[in-house]
């Protein structure tokens, strides 16, 4: 059974790996929006990118 430091520090990794991984997210459609793309690619980035950081 885990007691309240198991959780605490389960807590405070799954925080970590929640920060990297949006961190991840938002450097790969930076590096997206460097490519030639249209404005309306630009656009339907960006959008699923806010999508993603809304959650």
Known sequence: MANDSDIIVLKRELEDY???????IR????????????????????????SLSDK
């Open 27 to 50: 450097y790969t459609f930076d590096l997206l929006m460097t490519g030639d793309l249209s404005n309306q690619q630009r656009l339907m980035i960006n959008q699923i990118k806010d």
């Open 18 to 24: 929640k920060q990297r991984t949006d961190l991840a």
